[in-house]
């Protein structure tokens, strides 16, 4: 029996650990590896105390396939979420490759990759908003209730075979995309017609120097248009972690079934 218990909770927290591994905020290089081990731990014996007591899982090799499946359900409800939040970065790599600020990048905290300027700056404000309306309990209940919708004994191996997983990872990356495009769409198309402005002043005037005034020009508009559109940022932050979290709802429901 104990033997048993053991083995359901060890499941119960390779799935929520995982998660840990990828998951938005979580997966930050600030946060301490021993407290996220310890909130896996603590929310794996909350959840196994709800709805793995009476749980049964074999405790033969077939066991180590056990664990690679909740790994794999782990790291694909993290991935959906932290997807939606590199469409904050892609929508600010866009903006920085059009104003110029590609060519001077830092270090981003969350994720210790190098970030352009515009990215890490979209992306802190994002942080700063998704802890505001509470976020990160979105997150934990998002992956405590995933024992509703996807337990213990799912067929998770047969969904990737039937192509549920993959149509779901196409559809997503390429509604991230779009996301991504649509957010930064006002300053690029205000930065590409400041390019076509100065092509006009090339041909029109030669004597001007039009490298040389271009790249403070560019720089300005763009600074003034993120000023400017910044009040709008708060809507669009919004409106993507809705589609985050409905996302992970679709993953739920395409690994596994709606509960009752």
Known sequence: MLLQGFSVF???????ASFFVVAPIFASRSVPGTFKIGLSAMIALLVYLVSGITQTVPTDLSYILLIV???MI????????????????????????????????????????SSPIISNLKYM??????????????????????????????????????????????RTF??????????????????????????????TAPQFNVFVIGVPLKIIVGLLLMVFLMPSLIYAFEYLFQVLFKSLENLMGAIGQRPG
């Open 10 to 16: 060890m499941l119960i927290f390779c799935r929520i």
């Open 69 to 71: 499946r909740e790994i």
């Open 74 to 113: 782990g790291l694909l409800m993290g991935y959906t979420a932290f997807l939606m939040f590199t469409v904050i970065q892609m929508a600010g790599a866009f903006i920085d490759i059009q104003i110029g600020y590609s060519i001077a990048s830092v270090i981003d905290p969350m994720t210790g990759a």
């Open 174 to 203: 390429s509604e991230s995309f779009v996301l991504a495009f649509q957010m930064s769409a006002p300053l690029v198309v205000a930065l590409f017609l400041t390019d076509v402005a100065l092509g006009f002043l090339a041909r």
């Open 125 to 170: 404000i994002a942080t700063l908003l998704f802890l505001s309306i509470n976020g990160h309990h979105y997150l934990l209940q998002a992956i405590m209730r995933s024992y509703s919708w996807i337990p213990l004994d799912n067929q998770f191996f047969n969904k990737i075979y039937n192509g549920n997983i993959s149509e779901f990872l196409s």
